[in-house]
């Protein structure tokens, strides 16, 4: 198929995009890496009146090391960014996340910020984002606003983003020393979205105990969510506590059904994810004490 007629329209500069958003608003799709847009366009699936492409706006390009986090603009290429010795090193999560993207090909391509944009619920950026306590910048001409990544994911293919407002960036909180992570999935096959998924950060404190542990589920809800694991601050980091993790993570989960897996299959999995993405994570953080 092809796509219905639309306006192309590529900015040079930022405030050009944010002034063709407050006039159009809904009516513009935005187009980064065109990895989801595309097949979205060929379906007819959405029929925009204006095609905006953001390529060429320089300052959404970079990579920047700030005292809150990396800050990631909304074109960097997830191929740039897994060859980004400096951002890997700071979000090592997201380093072990992101090979789990599609293949090399459409990471080549697709951008941090459009999969976060498009909030597929088994895609692994988001999930990595919201288990870190990350963050996205959105920008209008009337302000700019800066949104939690536990608020901005919605539902499927639902955000906080409004119509007028463009995402400009990621922020990615900087890796702590004493913090180990891990992440596991399983899929059809290596690079199709997850059945499930699960990314876990654990730092410990002097005598190798829990002091905060995250852990987040992707594919299983209609968004990333994170397992409440408060309980289990000032344990120890092992088997043992994996399994309690894991098993409590499975207990609470709400796991949807669908062509891939049913509810019991994604809730069997989430216990055998969180199991081993834990010892990952806990394994990663004893070595660099």
């Known amino acids: 198929m092809k796509p219905a007629a639309f306006d192309y329209c590529r900015p040079d500069r930022l405030d050009e995009a944010l002034g063709l958003l407050a006039e159009y608003g809904a009516d513009v799709s935005i187009l980064a890496g065109g990895m989801s847009l595309g097949p979205m366009l060929n379906m007819r699936l959405v029929r925009p009146r204006i095609l905006m492409d953001i390529k060429k706006i320089g300052e959404l390009g970079r990579v920047q090391l700030a005292r809150d986090g990396v800050h990631t603009g909304a074109t960097v290429v997830q191929a740039d960014a897994l ?29 941090l910020a459009g999969s976060v944009a498009h909030a597929d619920p088994s895609a692994e950026i988001p999930l990595c984002l919201a288990t870190l306590g990350g963050s996205i910048e959105l920008r209008s001409k009337r302000a700019r606003r800066v949104v939690p990544a536990a608020e901005f994911f919605q539902g499927v293919l639902t955000t906080a983003r409004r119509s007028d407002e463009l995402l400009t960036g990621l922020v990615w909180p900087m890796s702590a020393r004493g913090t180990g992570y891990g992440f596991r999935e399983i899929a059809q096959r290596h690079g199709d979205f997850a059945i499930a998924a699960v990314a876990c950060a654990v730092t410990l404190d002097a ?7 995250r852990v987040g589920l992707g594919g299983v809800e209609d968004r990333p969510v994170l397992a409440e694991t408060k309980g289990f601050r000032g344990a120890a980091a092992d088997r043992e506590t994996a399994r309690a993790v894991a098993a409590d993570a499975a207990a609470a989960a709400d796991p949807m059904s669908d062509v891939k897996a049913s509810a019991d299959y994604r809730r069997a999995l989430v216990r055998a994810l969180v199991e081993d993405a834990a010892m990952a994570a806990f394994e990663s953080a004893k070595a660099q004490r």
Request: charged share 15%; aromatic share 2%; glycine share 12%.
């Open 83 to 111: 060859a980004h010795s400096e951002l890997m090193a700071a979000a090592p999560l997201l380093a072990l996340g992101l090979p789990n993207v599609g293949h090399f090909q459409t990471r080549s391509r697709g951008t």
């Open 207 to 213: 005598s190798g105990s829990i002091e905060d542990l």
